[in-house]
C-alpha cells in the first residue's frame, strides 16, 4: 500500500499483506470503495485482475464474521473458483453449490452458480443468513439471451444491505449501467479500467511471414490512441494479391486449359502455422476455429504431421494428468470417445477444446495447457467465455463465423474478447493476437476490429411464467410490477424513447410548416389531401384484407391434409408436387410436414402458399418413413414422380378488392369533383400533400413506438398473469394469489416451465417407467442443432402416448400464449428421445450416441453429456413437483438411471 492509504484501509492493508504481487490502481479503487460500505462495479479487460476484487469482498465477510456468496455463470469457472478459494482459506471455509454438486454449503464462503443463488432468493432460503457480500463475476452475462435474465433477478431481489461486487468485461456503457445499480442498489462505485496488465500487438501472417498490424510507433491495445496500419504489410498484401490474380489465370492440367479461381486460395496447413509460431517463439497459442468439427480436423491435420511439441519427461507427466482425469472412465467406452487418439495428440502438445467433447477431456486439456504441457490449441469461441487458460499467442483463420442464423463478421466486441486471452499475467511480457491472411482480409479492417473501443451491455431481462408466480408469491402483483420497472432492460428501454420523443418534437415541427404550405388545416387544398390519403389507406386496407382472406383459405386447407395426400407446391425453392408425411390440425398456423420431389423434407407453412393448397390425389405410404436418411428420401421421392401427378401452372389472381369497393368508388368520385382537382398546381402541392402524410404516419407509429416501450416489461408481465390465472395457477380475484399450482411451478426452473407444469398438472407422464420418463422429459429440454432434427423413432408406446399428450398440451398452450400476445413455449423436440432412454436402460454409450446421432452421425459425447445433465436437472424438479408420488419416484429412479459412467464421471 502506499503512503496515501487511508484510516478506513485496515482490512485492506491486511490482505494485500498476503498477495505475492502488488494491487494495480483500479483494484486499490475498488477494493477501497468496498471496504468504505459502496457497491462496487469493476470493468476491465481480461487478465486484468478484476478477481482480486472478488476476493477482498471475501476477505471482508470472513474478518467480519458474516458470509459471502461467489457466484459464476458456469459450472467450470465454479469448480476453478471453488479451487483456488480452498486453496487460500482452507477446504473447511469454502462451499460450492452447482445444482448437482453440493460440497460443505455451510461454509462462511460458498461458490456457485447464479442460478443456484436465484432459486435461493425465491425460496428465501435459510442460508442467505448472515450474508454480508455477492461476488457475480462475468456480470456482463446479463447480456445473454438464453441466461441473462438470471442476474438481474439476482441483482433485483438481493436485500439492501448486501454488498454487491460485480465484475465485468469492459464495456463502453459502464457508467450506465453503473447508474442503473445505483438505482437499484443504492451507493455504488464504478471503476473503469481499460489498460491491459499485458500489451497486446497485432500481427497479420501472410504465407509464412508474420507482419506487425501496426506501425511500431503507434499501439492502440495501449488505449484509444490514434494507430497507423503498416505500410510493409499493405504493400506486400497487394503484391500477394496481385499475384494470385495471374496465377489464377495461368493454364494447369495435361491436354487442356484449366484455370484458377480466387476460390482455390490454399491457405498455409495448420501444422507450419503452428510450426512458424513455435520458430518465432509465440507458443502456447490458442487458434480460434468457429465450428466443433474444424477444430477437430485441424487437430487431425497436425497429428498426421510430424509437429511434435513435447519432450519425453513432459509426455511423462500428461500421461499422469489423463491417468487423474480419466481414470474413472469405463474402459469399454473408450474407443466410442476416441480417447486413444485424443492422447496421443496430448502427448505431442496438441489439443482441441469445445462444447461437443467430454467434459473430462475439456478440463484435462484446460489443466494441460495451464502447465504449459499443451503448447498448441484449437478452439471455439466458448473458450474465451471466462475459463481462465491464458496464451501467449490467439490466432484468427477467418473473421467471419456462423451466428446460428448466416454467416457473420466478427464484431469489434467479439474481436477483442478472443485475442483477450493473448498475455499470461507474470509469465508473458506481452502478448499476441495473430490473423492468417487470406483473400478479401484487408489489413484496414483488421485495424478497424483492433482499435475500436465501443462493447454495449444490453439486457436480456424478460419476465417468464416461472419469474412471474415467484414474484407474486413474494409480493403481490403491485409490487412486482414496480420491481419490472426497476429492470435494467427497462431503464434502457426507457432511456431509448428519449430520442423517439425528440424526433416526435421535430416531425411535429415539420408538419405544422408543410400545413401551412397546404393553406392550414381549414384551407381547401388540405381537405382535397385528405380525401386523397383516405382514399390510399382504403386501399391498402382492402389489400391487407385480401391477403389475410387468402392466408385464412390456406391456413383451412393445410389443416384438412392427411397422410399420404399429394399437393401442390406453388412457390419457392421447392415447387411442384409433395407428399404429405405428418399432417398437423393446428387451427392458427398448420404445419404439416411432407417430403418434395426433389427430396427435401421439411415443414410447410401457410406462407408457402399464396392461396388455398391444392390436393391432387392420394399416395400409398409404408407405415413407417425415415425421412431424415438420404436414401429413404431418395426412394419416396422416385415413387412420387411415378404416380404421375403433375402440379398445375399457377392461376392469375382477380384483383377484385378496390376496383369494386363503394367506399372506394365513392371517394374517387369526391376528389373528381373536388374544385382543387383542377388547379394548375395540384400536382405540385399534391407532392407537398403526399409529404405531410407520409410525415403524419412516422410520427404516429412514434408515438406508438414510444407508447409500446414504456412500461413494455410491466405490460408482459401482466398477460402472463393473465394467463396463469386462466389456468388456475393463480385465484382469479383483484388482488390474485398463487395456488397450489402455482406454487409447484414456482419451483420449476425450465424454458418450457408451464408446459412441464401442465404435463404433471394432468398427468400426462403418469404410467411410466423411468427410462420412459427420462425420454419424456427430454423432449421439454433437448434443442436440436440442425434444422429438421426435431423428430426420433419412438422407443415404446407409453412413450409415444405421453408424447402426444405433452404435444397436445404445447399446441394449446401456443394457442393462448398468442391469444395474449406472448412469446409461444418452444415445441417439443423429440431428438434425444431415443438415445436417453437406451441410456437409462443400462444400454452401451455407443448405442446411446449413435441413437441421438443425425443422418447417419453420432451425436458427440459432451453434447450427449450436456443434454443427460439437463434431463437430470428437470428429473430432479419433477421429483419435487409432481402431484402424483408414483411419478416422484419414478423420476428419482430416472435420475440414477442416467447418472453413470460418463454422465457420472462429468458429476464427479
Known sequence: MSSSETSSDVELSKFVSGLKFDLDPFQINACRALEEG????VCAPTGAGKTVVGEFAVHLALAAGRKCFYTTPIKALSNQKYAELSERYGPSEVGLLTGDTSINSDAPVV?????????MLYANSEALRGLSHVVMDEVHYLADRFRGAVWEEVILHLSEDVRLVSLSATVSNAEEFGGWMETVRGDTTVVVDE??????????????????????RSNPSAGPSKFVVNQDLVRHVKQRQAL??????????????????????????????IAQLDKEGLLPAITFIFSRAGCDAALTQCVRSRLDLTTPEQVREIDTIIDKHIGGLPKEDLEVLGYWEWRKALQRGLAAHHAGMLPAFRQTVEELFVKGLVRAVFATETLALGINMPARTVVLERLVKYNGETHAELTPGEY???????????????????VLWQPGVEPTDVAGLAST????????????????????????????????????AQFQADRSVVGVVRSIERNETALKALQDKLGGPDG??????????????RERKLERESREDRRDQAVASLRTLRRGDVIAIPIGRHSGTAVVLVPDNDPKDPRPLVLAEDQWA?????????????????????????????????????????????????KKRHKGGASEDAEVASLRRAIRSHPCHSWPDRDHLGRIGEKYNRLARETQALRQKAAATTNSLARTFDRIVSLLKERGYMSAESVPQVTEAGQRLSRIYSESDLLVAECLRTGAWQGLTPPELAAVVSSVVYESRRDGDTTSRVPTQAIRHALTDTQRLWSELRADEIRHKLPPTREPDLGFVTAVYHWASDNSLVEALLAAGVQGRALSAGDFVRWCRQVIDLLDQVRLTATDPVVAKVAAKAVGAIRRGVVALDAA
Not at 489498460?195 to 511500431?216: A, C, E, K, Y
Open 453 to 488: 473501443r465501443t462493447f454495449p451491455l444490453r439486457s436480456s431481462f424478460r419476465p417468464s411464467y416461472n419469474m412471474s408466480i415467484n414474484l407474486v408469491d413474494r409480493m403481490g402483483v403491485k409490487e412486482s410490477r414496480t420491481l419490472l420497472e426497476r429492470s435494467f
Open 195 to 216: 489498460t491491459r496488465p499485458i500489451p497486446l500487438w497485432q500481427h497479420i501472417m501472410v504465407g509464412r511471414r508474420i507482419f506487425d498490424l501496426f506501425d511500431s
Open 416 to 434: 477483442t474478447q478472443l485475442t483477450g486471452r493473448a498475455g499470461r499475467r507474470g509469465i508473458d511480457i506481452e502478448g499476441h493476437a495473430v
Open 602 to 650: 421439411g415443414k410447410l407453412s401457410a406462407a408457402d402458399f399464396p392461396e388455398a393448397a391444392e390436393t391432387l390425389g392420394v399416395m400409398r405410404l409404408p407405415k413407417f418413413v425415415d425421412h431424415h436418411t438420404g436414401r429413404s428420401r431418395r426412394d419416396l421421392a422416385s415413387a412420387l414422380r411415378s404416380t404421375g401427378f403433375t402440379a398445375p401452372r399457377r
Open 244 to 273: 494470385d490474380r495471374v496465377e489464377s489465370w495461368q493454364p494447369r492440367g495435361r491436354g487442356r486449359s484449366r484455370y484458377q479461381s480466387a476460390n482455390d486460395f490454399r491457405p498455409l496447413p495448420r501444422p507450419d502455422v
Open 524 to 537: 381547401e387544398y388540405y381537405e382535397y389531401a385528405s380525401l386523397r390519403d383516405r382514399l390510399s389507406d
Open 111 to 119: 461458490v456457485m452458480t447464479t442460478e443456484v443463488l436465484r432459486n
Open 38 to 41: 459502496h457497491g462496487v462495479l
